[in-house]
């Protein structure tokens, strides 16, 4: 495939349309079983926190979980409806900002899936959300949520050069599609700014559409995180390396971590 076009700054609407979500990340299905699971398991009323198109809250409801869930951005909770109503399901979601919300009810585990937790930009709004959580998790209760461990070689990239992601088919029209990168890194503030760009593409690889997006996020280190949980009052955390519950033993692992507010 030929190397991309210079993308025009003024075509970054900044996160992902709503319409273009799941067709870009509906592929990653990995830890669905994973907090289904985890969510049947949790004798009581479950909470997702950036729950977006419903990619995983919809299987909670579709396994008779009793969750709830929230999102900053009104147009994917849209979305999660339209698609809830197809199914015969009423989800209970409203707009909220992970940094600071407020819901009538405690819940014996919190979910934050698919690295959502990463948005948060500084280590304030980081223990503001971890407060949030605490705050709202039953006695016993459970926050749970997933990161990626940053790798060397990755950090290490030239910014400003584009990286091929993936290449997939739409799930609809069977149209071919490939992801595209181009970050930048503020490694001393441990932040990251990719403009991507979901491409639909025609014979031979000719661009047909573009549908660029904005990813901002701050990653996180596993010390680091062990020292924000303790800050943010979880009594006790524990981290694996996967979501088989393997222990984190490389930086090419993911990181899912659960702190219990005792």
């Not at 979500?21 to 926190?49: C, M, R, S």
């Not at 979880?234 to 996967?242: L, Q, T």
Request: hydrophobic fraction near 40%; charged fraction near 25%.
């Amino acid at each position: 495939m030929k190397e991309p076009r210079e993308l025009d700054a003024s075509s970054v609407l900044g996160y992902i349309a709503p319409e273009h979500y799941d067709v870009a990340y509906g592929w990653w299905t990995a830890d669905i079983p994973f907090y289904v699971e985890l969510a049947k398991g949790a004798n009581g009323p479950v909470l997702e926190v950036a729950c977006g198109t419903g990619r995983v809250h919809l299987p909670l409801l579709q396994a008779g979980v009793d969750a709830d869930g929230f999102d900053l951005h009104p147009g994917f909770l849209d979305v999660l409806r339209l698609k809830a109503a197809a199914s015969g399901i009423e989800p209970r979601v409203t707009q909220a900002d992970m940094r600071d919300f407020t819901l009538p009810r405690r819940y014996a585990l919190i979910a934050i899936p698919f690295r959502a937790f990463l948005h948060n930009l500084t280590i304030e709004d980081e223990l503001r959300t971890l407060r949030c959580c605490r705050e709202h998790l039953e006695p016993g209760g459970r926050l749970v949520l997933d990161l990626f461990h940053p790798t060397f070689e990755r950090l290490i990239e030239p910014n400003g050069q584009w990286r091929h992601e993936m290449d997939f088919t739409h799930p609809r029209s069977g149209v071919p599609l490939a992801l595209w990168s181009c970050s930048t890194r503020d490694r001393v503030n441990q932040t990251q700014r990719a403009d991507m760009e979901l491409r639909e593409l025609g014979a031979g690889g000719a661009v047909l559409a573009r549908h660029p997006h904005r990813v901002d996020l701050r990653w996180i280190y596993k010390g680091e995180m062990e020292l924000l949980l303790c800050a943010a009052g979880f009594s006790r955390c524990e981290v694996a390396g996967g979501f088989d519950g393997r222990p984190l033993l490389a930086d090419t692992d993911l990181m899912i971590w659960t702190a219990w507010k005792d």
